[in-house]
């Protein structure tokens, strides 16, 4: 039961909170409402972590190893059930989504100060909406959660975003939610295909992952159906010729947004790739990474340039996402458990560095009104221990060791390196971008001339605190990554299995 | 043939309709009295659907050569039933502030109602054309219902002069069919085009009777009068409009294409896929720039009955159970958002609020009018957790069960081209209100039967929507009795 609880938490809090709000509750109950959900949520995804034992389950065999499921009949006509399922993989994805939960209620507290009940209800669905997807394990219940999540980012960028370069947040809001929507619905065509298929073969319905997975199928319809996957988490990741929502949403969404939206948003594709689209189509998959490659190659390198060019700092954030993600893309589809285990703690390292970017340039723009560089300047010592820890997080974000995202990057490209040598080295050259673009932002808003020497008030204790959690989760992450890797260790191998397995052995298994 | 106790039974929902005209004639005869004209409608609807629980003990049963009631039918009937007692509901608090004769309307409603009924249930050209004229006609009035407001009036005559070339359409197509194949049932003619033969006249036939129901569904090429209609009919008619004439025309329209099967039929086969397609898109591209909802709806309805079609087109095992389930969920939907249009409108004070200035930062004057368009307006663009999504999945699963990959793609295109235009409406509903005057519902409209009816329908579009199981073995049932 603990595994719809994780689920419908924040349902149930975002309901209170706008309840309480229309009850004429203060603001400051409903912050803490809000918190306290996404601290239980935090608290019992943790409690399933150090209970669980995530190592076992090394056997592969058809049916999947979860943890934890939790099933009941749902449609019966389509054979569509409401099954929740639990492994490594997701519980490092749900954890990492109650604690950004928690982050993105805590960096509000005083960004957002107008209709805060109904700002906390679409925040909280947000998180519950992204909690059903890592749970999710029928291909209905996965797209229900996968497109309705959308609605609440879409209000809280359009009614709670800023207006930037002239345009308004409406703007933004409604692109982002024409990208993924549309991308969705070819995921929905791609699953009904995947399920008629295995209905002409059967004569049942079923949605279920598990079943679906052994559904055999090949030729141009597996690539169609694999590419109506892959086009829906590309959106998302967002691979590059797809990305044009990306910068919009993220400049004008308010700080809460963008923290969801970098740190869990962009991390539901790429376990959609490793949960979804490799397993269910191991061969057309395995045939079309290079492919998926050579586009993580173009969005490394395209994503840098993206970002030195940006005057917005947020832009810039964003943009180096993209970045990112490139590495991402790259590790999951050479396909070795090394670089799968380093995609996943790409992930994670990445949630806590942009969110610590994106945090910070929301206290920035707090204090100072603008997010454009061209404007700042100067900031260090000014604002007392901000600046620092921009450079702790601007250092993460490049890559430096001792911090997470080394390790990811480091176990992406040493685990690809064996499969694909020469994109290897490609992208290696994308760190030192990564490093220029980095720096840039550094020198731009914090060194040079201070426009003036007054002080503009440093972090409260609130701010401070927050800040130094997640950079000290980043560094912990840095020296000991083998507690991300234990946990997901078990479901990286068999997600490798599946895809490996595919063209060393297509006839046994 | 003689008619049995089981046939009365089986006619009963009609005839409890047609009582119910002659009693609210009768009534107004007698005194006019506005509440007492709707209350009447509304006893002899309610009365009406509860009576098809008892026409569901004789189904499948053919009453005369005209009529078949079967499961299917019933569950027709029993929707437009439905969305006629919403209409009469949302009428009663518009027609409150109408300044001329406010009982007639309901006489008018109830024709149409009986109209909608018996074309659900024909297997025969008589009575598809006596139907379709019944529920016609009376329309005509509806539409034109505030005629000292020119664009009422302009709406009514317009439906008139096209209705009219569309019924002399329907009569020729017949006219050939019975030329050919010397019956005017259905199942009759579907035999005789199983024969071969005479190819080509049964195929002017039945085309001429696609143009003619075509233009009833406001069907691309033949829509052009669907958005001046829409916006200047008063709202509780365009909502009647909009679903009891659509579900009607489309029941019967499956019908027809079941008992006589021109699917195997290429020309026509094709002809209808393009026509679903270009419905989609062209739908919802000319929605894009409507600042009027009213005229919106029009054409977003254009292309939900395209998205349809593609049952039709598939004519597969899914094909009646999607028409059945697209139908539920559209109706239930466009109920809900001319519910909120015309309780915006309420009571009647020349032209409607339509435009979408009128809607600005209606959350924070009226937030359950304005959650219940916001679940409308999503569950139009199809969003999971709302009924629209299951509608729009059974759209997709026919489309991909028969491999009709060019309009699955024109459902993705025209979704993606719709959100747009819905997510703009949404949005403004949450702005903060602009400097233009606003119109805005009475203070009781949530004691007012109308906004009660419009919050039980916005509950079930979000009931549906999460848990369609009980809807979809409803529809299961409602089997069509072909032949």
């Not at chain 1, 947000?126 to 609605?151: H, N, R």
């Not at chain 1, 970098?262 to 594709?269: H, N, S, V, Y």
């Not at chain 1, 000014?382 to 001792?402: I, Q, T």
């Not at chain 2, 659509?246 to 094709?270: M, S």
């Amino acid at each position: 039961m603990i595994l719809p609880w994780l689920l419908f938490l924040p349902f149930i809090g975002g309901l209170l909170c706008w309840q309480a709000e229309r009850a004429g509750v203060a603001p400051r109950p409903i912050r803490w409402i809000a918190l306290l959900t996404m601290v239980a949520v935090l608290v019992l995804s943790l409690w399933l972590w150090v209970t669980g034992d995530y190592q076992l389950g090394t056997t592969v065999g058809s049916e999947p190893d979860w943890q934890l499921q939790f099933r009941l009949p749902w449609i019966d006509r389509f054979g569509i059930t409401f099954h929740l399922a639990l492994d490594g993989l997701s519980l490092i994805m749900v954890a990492l989504t109650g604690f950004l939960g928690v982050l993105a209620v805590l960096c509000s507290w005083q960004e957002i100060d107008t209709r805060i009940g109904f700002f906390h209800l679409n925040l909280l669905w947000i998180i519950g909406g992204v909690v059903g997807v890592f749970l999710a394990i029928d291909l209905f219940l996965f797209f229900f959660f996968w497109e309705m999540m959308l609605v609440p980012m879409y209000f809280l960028i359009a009614l709670w975003g800023h207006s930037s370069q002239g345009k308004s947040p409406v703007h933004a809001a409604i692109k982002f939610f024409i990208y993924t929507q549309a991308s969705g619905l070819l995921m929905l065509v791609s699953i009904l295909g995947l399920v008629f298929v295995h209905y002409s073969q059967t004569g049942t319905f079923t949605f279920d992952y598990s079943v679906l997975r052994e559904a055999p199928i090949s030729g141009v319809f597996s690539w169609v159906l694999m590419l109506g996957f892959f086009i829906a988490f590309a959106v998302k990741l967002p691979v590059v010729p797809l990305h044009g929502w990306l910068p919009d949403a993220h400049a004008q969404a308010p700080t809460a947004g963008s923290v969801d939206l970098a740190g869990i948003l962009l991390k539901t594709a790429a376990y959609g790739m490793l949960r979804f689209a490799l397993p269910l189509f191991p061969e057309t998959s395995q045939a079309f990474a290079p492919f998926a490659m050579a586009l993580g190659l173009i969005g490394i390198f395209y994503g840098a340039v993206l970002a030195f060019a940006q005057s917005d700092m947020k832009r810039l954030i964003a943009c180096s996402s993209i970045s990112h993600m490139g590495f991402v893309l790259i590790g999951i589809y050479s396909g070795t458990v090394l670089a799968l285990q380093g995609v996943i703690v790409q992930m994670v390292a990445h949630a806590f560095s942009a969110a610590g970017l994106f945090i910070l340039s929301g206290q920035i723009y707090e204090r100072l009104k603008t997010r454009d560089m061209r404007e700042l300047g100067g900031l260090f010592g000014r604002m007392g221990a901000l600046p620092g820890f921009a450079l702790a997080f601007v250092v993460a974000s490049l890559g430096m060791p001792g911090t997470g995202n080394f390790i990811g990057e480091f176990l992406i490209l040493f685990g690809a390196f064996s499969v694909v040598p020469w994109v290897v080295v490609i992208a290696s050259i994308g760190l030192v971008l990564a490093a220029v673009y980095s720096l840039y932002l550094m020198h731009r808003v914090y060194w040079g001339p201070p426009a003036s020497e007054t002080s503009l008030g440093g972090l409260d204790t609130r701010e401070y605190l927050m800040m130094l959690l997640v950079l000290g989760l980043s560094l912990l992450l840095g020296f000991y990554p083998q507690l991300v890797l234990d946990v997901s260790h078990a479901a990286m191998s068999e997600v490798n299995h599946w895809f490996v397995a595919s063209t060393s052995s297509p006839l046994s298994s | 043939m003689n008619l049995t106790t089981s046939h009365l039974i089986a006619l009963l929902p009609l005839l409890i309709v047609s009582a119910t005209v002659i009693v609210v004639m009768l009534g107004v005869a007698w005194q006019r009295h506005h509440f007492l004209s709707a209350t009447l409608t509304v006893i002899g609807l309610n009365a009406a659907l509860v009576s098809l629980l008892a026409t569901l003990t004789v189904t499948p049963i053919q009453v005369t050569p005209l009529l078949a009631f079967d499961n299917y039918s019933v569950l027709f009937m029993a929707l437009a039933l439905i969305a006629a007692l919403a209409c009469t509901t949302l009428a009663h608090a518009y027609l409150e502030g109408f300044d001329d004769r406010r009982e007639e309307y309901y006489m008018l409603l109830l024709c149409s109602v009986l109209g909608a009924m018996t074309l659900v249930a024909s297997r025969h050209m008589t009575a598809l054309f006596i139907g379709l004229e019944l529920m016609s006609v009376p329309l005509y009035g509806m539409a034109a219902y505030a005629y000292r407001n020119r664009v009422s009036l302009e709406a009514g005559l317009k439906y008139m002069v096209l209705s009219a070339a569309a019924s002399a359409f329907l009569l020729f197509g017949m006219a050939l069919l019975y030329a050919e194949s010397g019956t005017l049932e259905f199942a009759g003619i579907g035999a005789s085009m199983n024969q071969g033969g005479h190819d080509l006249w049964l195929l002017a036939g039945i085309g001429m009777m696609v143009i003619a129901l075509g233009f009833k569904l406001s069907l691309v090429p033949f829509h052009l009068w669907t958005p001046d209609v829409y916006e200047g009919a008063p709202a509780p008619m365009s909502a009647f409009l909009a679903t009891v004439s659509k579900l009607a025309v489309f029941a019967l329209l499956i019908r027809l294409f079941e008992t006589a099967p021109v699917t195997g039929n290429d020309v026509l086969h094709t002809v209808i896929a393009v026509i679903a397609f270009a419905s989609m898109i062209v739908g919802n591209l000319l929605a894009l720039r409507q600042n009027n909802i009213k005229r919106l709806l029009g054409y977003s309805s254009i292309a939900h009955l395209g998205y349809l079609l593609t049952a039709l087109v598939a004519s597969n095992s899914l094909a009646v159970e999607t028409v059945g389930v697209y139908m539920v969920t559209y109706v239930l939907t466009t109920l809900g958002t001319f519910g909120v249009v015309a309780l915006v409108s309420s009571p009647y004070s020349g032209v409607d609020a339509a435009d979408m200035s009128h809607y600005r930062g209606l959350f924070w004057r009226r937030p359950y009018l304005a959650a219940v368009m916001t679940v409308m307006m999503l569950s139009l663009a199809g969003i999971p957790m709302t009924a629209g999504f299951i509608g729009k999945f059974y759209a997709l699963a026919v489309g991909v069960q028969s491999g009709l990959w060019w309009l699955v793609a024109g459902i993705v295109v025209g979704s993606a081209i719709g959100l747009y235009y819905y997510l703009r409406v949404m949005v403004g509903l949450y702005l903060h209100e602009g400097e233009q005057s606003r119109r805005d519902a009475t203070d009781d409209w949530g004691q007012r039967s109308g906004g009660v009816m419009v919050l039980l329908l916005a509950i079930a579009v979000l009931v549906l929507g999460v848990y369609p199981q009980p809807m979809i073995a409803l529809i299961d049932a409602a089997t069509m009795a072909t032949g």
